[in-house]
């Protein structure tokens, strides 16, 4: 298994970036997948979730209706998109690989920072 992050960059606040997560190694269309960050000396946090079709998606209060979590099956490909970004949206952001209601593989994570 492995899930490869890209997108990351420094934005200003107000604007937006796409982040990619190509997965290999397994059947990406038989899992649920996820969006988690973890900003500097903080913990990890939950951003977004996705099911397995891309009919059905998942977010905490702080993201709705800035972030969208999509998937494209056929290219085995994971996506955020984030809009009106806020300072405190910086972190490093991961995708992981839902299993029995946990995350049992993860990237390497890409750095998103949103700083003026």
């Known amino acids: 298994v492995q899930l490869v992050e890209s997108g990351g960059d420094l934005v200003q606040p107000g604007g937006s970036l796409k982040l990619s997560c190509a997965a290999s190694?397994?059947?990406?269309?038989?899992?649920?997948m996820f969006w988690v960050r973890q900003a500097p000396g903080k913990g990890l946090e939950w951003v977004s979730s996705?099911?397995?079709?891309?009919?059905?998606?998942y977010y905490p209060d702080f993201v709705k209706g800035r972030f969208t979590i999509s998937r494209n099956n056929a290219k085995n490909t994971l996506y955020l998109q984030m809009n009106s970004l806020k300072l405190e949206d910086t972190a490093l952001y991961f995708c992981g690989r839902g299993s029995d209601g946990s995350i049992d593989y993860w990237g390497q994570g890409t750095q998103v920072t949103v700083s003026s």
């Open positions: 996705i099911n397995l079709g891309g009919t059905t998606t």
């Open positions: 190694g397994f059947a990406f269309n038989d899992y649920w």
